[in-house]
């Protein structure tokens, strides 16, 4: 079975400041999505970037980026010009290929915690 | 603005009476799932739809069972609540074939008293 391990509980980071959030995987297959996923507090979950295991290239949306080492199975994400609004609980997730229709399996979360 | 909405948002019930969680989705999606997610945890799947096929989770306890009567509405059930069943229920929506991508409902916080 798959699992995702996220090894920080809990970043802080000062407003402007950049961060590193960990996650790393374990799975058997070649092919697979990883995602991330913001949820605030009392609000839904929303999908902050996904990348696509046979792609090399990082994938990118605005001041978010990853970090995806796919040999080391690690998928870490960095938010650069840390706003206030980013504040929230950060879950990494994987996601079998092939039809797309089963679930995702989630790593336990990181609470950021910005500074102003 | 297509979405996926749960009602309630917040339900308290008592030791052993049923209760049902309501989800829907404007999305179109042919697939629907359920998460159960418990303080401090990471979400953990219950079960899903694709289109009309059910598909249980191995570890799910029988206490929940779930009923899409049409593509835009799911319902789970929890037939008797138990106190360690308190937790958040995600809904969320997925089109197969889309690169596994969910899009999820606010949730609804179950308090079992």
């Known amino acids: 079975a798959q699992t995702v391990t996220q090894s920080q509980p809990e970043m802080s980071v000062q407003e402007a400041e950049t961060v590193t959030l960990s996650c790393t995987y374990d799975t058997s297959e070649s092919d697979y999505y990883l995602f991330w996923y913001k949820q605030p507090p009392s609000r839904q979950m929303i999908l902050v970037i996904r990348q696509e295991a046979y792609k090399q290239q990082n994938a990118t949306e605005n001041r978010f980026s990853v970090n995806f080492q796919k040999a080391a199975k690690s998928f870490s994400l960095k938010i650069s010009d840390s706003q206030l609004g980013d504040a929230a609980m950060y879950f990494c997730a994987y996601g079998e290929s092939g039809g797309g229709a089963d679930g995702l399996t989630f790593g336990k979360g990181t609470h950021l915690i910005i500074q102003p | 603005d297509a979405m996926v909405i749960q009602n309630p948002r917040y339900q308290v019930t008592q030791f052993g009476k049923p209760v049902t969680l309501s989800c829907s989705q404007t999305?179109?999606?042919?697939?629907m799932y359920w998460y159960q997610q418990k303080s401090s945890q990471a979400p953990k799947l219950l079960f899903h739809?694709?289109?009309?096929?059910?598909?249980n989770e191995a570890d799910t306890p029988d206490n929940f069972q779930s009923r899409r009567p049409n593509t835009s509405f799911c319902f789970l059930d929890i037939r008797s609540p138990g106190l360690g069943d308190a937790a958040m229920y995600l809904c969320a929506t997925g089109a197969s074939g889309r690169r596994n991508e969910q899009f999820f409902g606010p949730g609804t916080r179950l308090t079992v008293l």
């Open positions: 999305l179109n999606h042919n697939v």
């Open positions: 739809y694709y289109d009309k096929d059910f598909n």
